[in-house]
């Protein structure tokens, strides 16, 4: 299935489901350089889209949404310790046990798209040689 088809089954009660965090509020109120809007404008309306394409292209790696996915990750994961966060279920006050897991269960599933559309994007442009990297 494709990455597209993958989006289109998430159920609406899985939108719904999420909160306003810290992230999300984060990740809504920073811009995306307008030039993604115009690709996906075009996109969607049967335009071309490769005068996007070419101001996609000159964006800075530093501003594009890929590298504040896997920045954000690596800030989330860089000390992952199960334990500790074992420690800290029985006194969170703000979230019960029942909605971190559904919390992360819905963040597993993103990411669980996110790699697959990457994984799908390396195996169509990145061919492996068959060599080691």
Do not use: W
């Not at 909160?19 to 690709?39: F, H, I, Q, V």
């Amino acid at each position: 299935m494709s990455s597209k088809g993958k989006v289109e089954s998430m159920r609406v009660k899985d939108v719904n489901a999420f909160e306003l965090t810290p992230g999300l509020a984060d990740a809504l109120s920073a811009s995306l350089d307008a030039s993604y809007l115009e690709y996906f404008t075009a996109a969607c309306s049967g335009r071309s889209t490769k005068e996007a394409e070419t101001r996609l292209a000159a964006i800075p790696e530093e501003k594009r949404y890929l590298t504040r996915v896997l920045d954000s990750l690596d800030s989330a994961f860089a000390d992952f310790d199960t334990e500790t966060a074992m420690l800290d279920l029985p006194y969170m006050q703000n979230r019960n046990p029942e909605a971190i897991r559904r919390y992360l269960e819905f963040r597993l599933r993103q990411f669980k798209m996110l790699l697959d559309a990457v994984e799908n994007g390396v195996e169509e442009k990145y061919p492996a040689t068959g060599g080691h990297s």
